[in-house]
């Protein structure tokens, strides 16, 4: 029974999500459903990408938290619009609640849309929002054998950032297991390495970042 | 209706697992699980709960895992019985898989087992799986604000442990702050800082954890 809840679950999930996929796209926006574990440095590069970026794009933030709005607070400064959603607990966002999260934005002007998930390696992954593509963070205090243990994510997203790169010399990290383990489950994928809080490798993950987003 | 059938899942999960715990109880077994993000140290954690617990007491694992059974390689040196659970992209353990994977133990002459859930800071903590208490392990990369954000796991775990302190001197980490955002969420919780990796703060950690073995 309840196989077949989920099933009407995720069905109902998607039908609402290509509704948003299409409006997005109607509207020339380009939005990306960012997805890691608690910590592994989403709002961080959301900063710097809302500083270096800002400028010649529209940029607009989704932020799903559970309880709080810290990381909505964090990003106040960058004067972009910006939607709350306060799952109450939920471990997910879902293309319901995006799609009412869309409402208050002016659509017809966003270039591009990030989605900052609910941190959460697993559940995030099986809820299609409407998204233009789906991108996975993952820190490298958190070891290199994650790809293998949460294959969802890495196998589906478009690009996946090491992120904290200037802990590497503290850790036992193998970066090279790392991508080859991405490798073999998503050869399409994109990698990058960065050291958000220090500002390295962002610029290389932003060039390919604005060359995704349709003319 | 997603409501009333979560309450359902969660009443069914309750009920199975009051008859875990006392079946626990009636063989006087210590049941601890252990939830945390994925990468926080739990594996580690328990190879050094091995080492320094296998003489003195008996001493099993379950392992969750959400496809692979890499955690419960790494600790098949140790020579204790484990067993894996493999949640086929489930978020979390329930009360149930508990209940099956208790079978092949011999719980009378069994002190403390040890339940590694799935790493996922959010949903396992909804889902009793009958455990004497839940314990939370939190990496220093992950940032001090994780009680705040992530509230529920935090404000029913008996203890916590800061894992990863040997990366405290290259993180914006501020111990203060964590421990004063969990005293206030969970005036009653012991807290430990660790580092698995080297052996730091584990005996404090384990001294603890055999006063809480029922005689």
């Not at 933030?61 to 799952?87: C, F, H, M, W």
């Not at 471990?91 to 609640?97: K, Q």
């Not at 208050?104 to 697993?122: M, R, Y």
Request: proline share 4%.
């Amino acid at each position: 029974m309840e196989i077949r809840i989920m099933k009407n679950i995720l069905d109902r999930n998607s039908n609402k999500a290509e509704e948003n996929r299409k409006l997005l796209r109607e509207n020339k926006v380009m939005m990306v459903n960012i997805i890691s574990s608690p910590g592994a440095g989403k709002t961080t590069l959301l900063e710097r990408a809302c500083e270096a970026l800002a400028e010649d794009y529209s940029i607009g933030v989704i932020e799903g938290d559970v309880t709080t709005d810290r990381d909505a607070q964090r990003l106040k400064k960058y004067n972009i619009p910006i939607v709350s959603i306060n799952t109450e607990g939920g471990c997910h966002l879902d293309s319901h609640s995006i799609s009412k999260a869309l409402e208050p934005f002016d659509l017809a002007s966003l270039d591009i849309l990030f989605v900052e998930n609910v941190g959460n390696l697993i559940c995030p992954s099986q809820f299609d929002l409407g998204e233009t593509f789906k991108m996975a963070v993952v820190s490298t205090a958190e070891g290199d054998d994650k790809p293998s243990k949460y294959p969802m994510i890495f196998s589906e997203a478009r690009a996946a950032i090491l992120n904290k790169t200037d802990l590497l010399p503290y850790t036992n990290f193998n970066v090279e297991s790392y991508a080859s383990d991405l490798r073999s489950l998503n050869p399409r994928i994109k990698m990058f390495q960065t050291s958000a809080s220090r500002g390295e490798g962002v610029s290389e993950w932003l060039t390919w970042l604005v060359s995704q987003v349709e003319g």
